[in-house]
């Protein structure tokens, strides 16, 4: 019905960058919102970035001024991550809010996760 298909994780040195990249695909009507989540080992998944349709922007403060999100059509969001610290190291999830054609309801769909690892 809706797929989140991730792509962009790896095994990159403290300091170094990295880009994630997701697109969704499916009986899409509308998506509200598309992002980004994590869960380190032992911790819950906790909010990493997140954009809406509108545009507004919301970042976790662990990664404000590091991490970038960014839309370039209403399917496809990316995660540009600079200034990797080794606290970073987690699965990334890539995460929508959307209407199907088939649905009148909103839902939340996530992606299969990608492993960042960040090496001190």
């Known amino acids: 019905q809706v797929q989140l298909v991730e792509s962009g994780g790896g095994l990159v040195q403290a300091g170094g960058s990295l880009r994630l990249s997701c697109v969704a695909s499916?009986?899409?009507?509308?998506?509200?919102?598309m992002g980004w989540y994590r869960q380190a080992p032992g911790k819950q998944r906790e909010l990493v970035a997140t954009?809406?349709?509108?545009?507004?922007i919301n970042y976790a403060d662990s990664v404000k001024g590091r991490f970038t999100i960014s839309r370039d059509n209403a399917k496809t969001v990316y995660l540009q991550m600079n200034s990797l610290k080794s606290e970073d190291t987690a699965v990334y999830y890539c995460y929508t809010n959307l209407r199907t054609v088939i649905s009148a309801f909103n839902t939340n769909y996530w992606g299969q996760g990608t492993q960042v690892t960040v090496s001190s």
């Open positions: 499916g009986t899409i009507f509308s998506i509200n919102a």
């Open positions: 954009v809406t349709s509108g545009g507004s």
